[in-house]
């Protein structure tokens, strides 16, 4: 059994399995939990930033089928419910694929009288393959299930200002404004006698039918509650301006309703399949504590990245279990290695694979290319080929980053760059690490300056990257690529 901390940190982002570090934190420490975890759609998501297809997904497949699927998820429920206040509530965000089945174990963990409602999401457009469009109805949603672990919770319901159908109905005016007609289901006699008094009661349309009163507009609050089908939070369309690209990434508009319904200001609110960090970044900027936890590094760097960007730099979240040994970085899948490099350097990784065969990604703000290799004795033919690649760019100055390089390889840097003027430096990932200053990391404290290291940019001595600068810079990459 693993020692339980006494006090929840927040402002933090794990990188690990969930389960393990579910297991380190407090009871009763939390408010709140959203959670998007894989859905057991058998999809395969494709991520922007990898190089060969088959390791650049983002799997969403179970071996061993559901059940295998069920029991990892009951075990990590079981501690989230642990973690949450008495007073905390828990949103499970899945699609029809597995939804009854995460109903029935989360009524068993929660209580089902703990269950407050299944939100129906319309996300739009719907998903499917033509074929399956084809011969049955397009699906449009996704599920959210809400429940509480006690019987008060922190609520505030949510509302929208009333539609322009509902105020259609407000159609007859007299002097003290629009009107509408609303059927008395049931009165006193006391009650009849005041609407009559204020001019309101409105008599029956034929013998033995009801009264009705007029019920101003201007009376009214003029919003109606929100409820269990939400259909005014679109997706994320292909252009909007949060996207960044990471596959399965959600609505902010979907987490404002979340966190604003079932938090207070200064309330905790855990994601621990973060992603890239949407719930973060809403719950940052409605100002909430909150605590992130993704098992990819490649998502941990990029909330990192959201929130600098958000913040203009000012929040940073400390980083935790991000692999600091070359061995840890060995075991990283391809992709995830080479966003753990580009993200190191604060590169912009090359959106993908283009004519210019072999640029992985561009350094900071002066974009010249890199290629990663996750291999050791990198040898001359792969100098060879980022030379041809170089050329082809219109670029003379590049980086190559592998865990060693031959004395071919570098006797061809050397040659390359009296003969051909071209400058390329051969990078040891060891070297990435031992950085002075963790220039190449985020973790970096704010402040901190940036001394000599090769990937920077001409001037050394310079203190970390703006969230301008970082936003100039990826714009720069993009263009360079197009
Ligand atoms: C559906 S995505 C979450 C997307 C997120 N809501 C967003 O808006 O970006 C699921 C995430 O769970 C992460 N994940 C999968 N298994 C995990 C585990 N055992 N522990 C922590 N994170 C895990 C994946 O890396 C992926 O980023």
């Not at 008395?184 to 009264?211: C, F, H, M, N, W």
């Not at 990391?441 to 990257?465: C, D, I, N, W, Y």
Request: some cysteine; overall charge positive; charged content about 25%.
């Amino acid at each position: 059994m693993p020692t339980r901390g006494s006090t929840l940190e927040t402002g933090v982002l794990y990188c690990e399995d969930n389960l393990s570090r579910l297991a380190h934190m407090p009871a009763e420490s939390v408010d709140l939990i959203y959670l998007d975890p894989p859905f057991f759609s058998n999809r395969t998501y494709e991520v922007i930033w990898g190089d060969e297809a088959e390791v650049r997904s983002f799997e969403d497949r179970w071996e061993g089928g559901l059940q295998v699927y069920l029991g990892w998820m009951r075990d990590r429920v079981q501690e989230m419910h642990r973690v949450l206040k008495p007073t905390g509530s828990l949103y499970l965000h899945c699609d029809p694929h597995a939804s009854h089945y995460l109903k029935q174990m989360l009524d068993a963990v929660f209580g089902p009288e703990h269950f407050r409602n299944e939100v129906v999401w319309k996300r739009t457009p719907f998903s499917g393959s033509s074929k399956a469009r084809a011969q049955q109805l397009p699906r449009s949603h996704d599920l959210i299930l809400f429940y509480t672990k006690g019987k008060t919770w922190t609520w505030h319901p949510p509302t929208l200002p009333y539609s322009q159908q509902y105020l259609a109905r407000f159609k007859w005016k007299d002097s003290r404004g629009y009107y509408r007609k609303t059927l008395l289901k049931t009165y006193s006699q006391e009650t009849l006698e005041r609407l009559e008094r204020e001019d309101r009661l409105i008599q029956p349309v034929r013998p033995g039918a009801k009264y009705s009163y007029k019920q101003y507009l201007n009376e009214s609050s003029g919003r109606v509650q929100i409820d269990d089908v939400w259909t005014d939070v679109n997706a994320l369309n292909p252009m909007a301006r949060e996207r960044l690209g990471y596959p399965t990434q959600k609505p902010e508009a979907l987490l404002e309703r979340i966190i604003e319904q079932s938090s207070d200001k200064g309330d905790v609110v855990l994601d621990p399949f973060c992603g890239c960090g949407t719930t973060i970044a809403v719950a940052q900027r409605l100002g909430r504590q909150w605590v992130g936890i993704d098992i990819s590094p490649t998502a941990v760097n990029l909330v990192q990245r959201r929130l600098i960007k958000a913040t203009n730099g000012a929040v940073r979240a400390s980083l935790v279990g991000l692999p600091t040994t070359a061995d840890a970085l060995r075991t990283l899948k391809p992709f995830e290695f080479q966003n753990w490099i580009i993200s190191k350097v604060f590169g912009t990784s090359a959106p993908r694979k283009s004519g210019d065969m072999g640029i992985d990604g561009y350094s900071f703000m002066v974009h010249d290319p890199i290629q990663v290799k996750q291999s050791d004795k990198v040898g001359r033919n792969v100098v060879d080929n980022f030379e041809t690649a170089m050329r082809r760019a219109g670029k003379t100055t590049g980086y190559i980053i592998a865990f060693s390089f031959t004395r071919n390889a570098r006797e061809e840097v050397a040659r390359a760059r009296v003969q051909d003027g071209l400058d390329i430096t051969l990078v040891t990932v060891q070297s990435l690490l031992d950085a002075k200053d963790e220039f190449y990391g985020p973790l970096m404290p704010k402040g901190a300056v940036v001394t000599e290291l090769p990937l920077t940019p001409p001037t050394s001595g310079r203190a970390l990257p703006t969230a301008e600068e970082l936003v100039a810079s990826d714009k720069g990459a993009a263009a360079a690529t197009a």
